[in-house]
């Protein structure tokens, strides 16, 4: 029987790994583990249980909020406070950041952003969706209450980064910078067992994903590179396969570890992109890095190098496996508008 290594375990053997690490990161993880729990078992009973369907109100972008969506999000406020490790959060959910500023809060080194329960469309029909979170450390002084410069750092500051996809089986996939690893949430002992160690995203794949019912409004390069995707060509394993689930954590995990590209990029509808640039692209990002893999917002333009302006801006997001990621920059390059 090969030894269960629980997340906790996990953290505190690697937690030499930093030195002067003084365990509120790990106190942080340790927060968001709970909270993924109590997602996770609401999730699984949202048949039953009248929470799933809209909350009746619009969140910040305009999008009808699901309860769940609500729970998520009050679930990992609360966890996330209670430990007197971070000093502020911001949130899909939330049209400002939020200061915690009780007890040792305000002098916590660590913010994080959140995408509380990224999908959620899919919650009524019973497809997977996720939570995405993005560690920083704070810029401002110690002591004082967060301001909106510690939210708007750039992907490459992430202290941490990762999701929670609650599937066919619940995981928890992040990394620290030391590479990525996977947890499979066992819901009989209540704890993440070590299940994916040093994910590695393939260098290339035959996976596509994306919302092909807006190729009309899509920039001249990715229509292209959609047509070089569905070339018969026996060299390069194409036509490649298309699989879109519209939940981008579930159409990541995926790709991490079959091989594949994520794509959405700019539209009529999103001439900016659709997805967020601080708790979407950026903590996606960082995981396709530290898997060997890409993430850039157009070519040659590297999300996490991007500055952020705005705490819901978007931007588009081409995500994956290098060598495909590269492959529609040329795309891109060679056909610019
Ligand atoms: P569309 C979910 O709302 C989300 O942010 C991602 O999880 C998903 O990949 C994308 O939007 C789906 O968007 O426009 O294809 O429905």
Do not use: W
């Not at 994903?209 to 959609?226: A, C, D, L, Q």
């Not at 999103?270 to 997805?275: D, I, Q, S």
């Not at 500055?307 to 390059?333: C, D, I, Y």
């Amino acid at each position: 029987m090969r030894l269960i290594q629980t997340l906790g375990e996990f953290i505190i053997n690697r937690q030499a790994e930093y030195p002067g690490a003084t365990g509120e990161l790990s106190a942080l993880f340790s927060a968001l583990r709970l909270a993924a729990k109590v997602v996770h078992r609401e999730i699984n009973k949202a048949g039953l249980v009248d929470i799933t369907g809209a909350a009746g109100e619009d969140n910040v972008q305009g999008e009808e909020q699901q309860k769940l969506d609500v729970y998520a999000n009050e679930k990992f406020k609360t966890a996330l406070a209670a430990r007197g490790v971070v000093c502020g959060l911001a949130s899909e959910e939330e049209e400002n950041f939020v200061r915690f500023e009780e007890g040792l809060n305000l002098k916590a080194k660590y913010i994080v952003l959140i995408d509380p329960l990224d999908g959620s469309s899919n919650i009524d029909v019973n497809v997977s969706v996720g939570t995405i979170f993005s560690i920083y450390k704070r810029i401002s002084p110690a002591g004082t209450p967060v301001t909106e410069e510690d939210f708007l750092q750039p992907g490459n500051k992430q202290v941490a980064a990762g999701y929670i996809v609650y599937g066919s089986s619940t995981m928890m996939v992040y990394t620290t910078g030391n590479g990525v690893n996977g947890f499979t949430y066992d819901p009989t002992l209540g704890v993440f067992c070590l299940s994916h160690e040093s994910m590695q995203l393939p260098e290339d794949g035959i996976i596509y994903s994306i919302n092909e019912g807006n190729y009309v409004h899509f920039p001249t390069g990715v229509k292209k590179y959609i047509k070089y995707c569905q070339v018969e060509d026996d060299a390069t394993r194409r036509p490649y396969t298309s699989r879109y689930i519209g939940s981008l954590v579930s159409d990541f995990h995926r790709n991490l570890i079959k091989g594949g590209i994520y794509l959405y990029p700019t539209s009529s509808r999103y001439p900016n992109g659709k997805l967020r640039l601080l708790y979407e692209c950026n903590p996606m990002a960082f995981l396709a890095e530290q898997a060997g893999g890409k993430a850039v917002a157009g070519d040659n333009k590297r999300i996490m190098d991007i500055n952020p302006t705005e705490l819901h801006q978007r931007a588009p997001f081409f995500v994956g496996s290098k060598n495909m990621v590269e492959k529609v920059e040329a795309f891109l390059r060679e056909f610019p508008k």
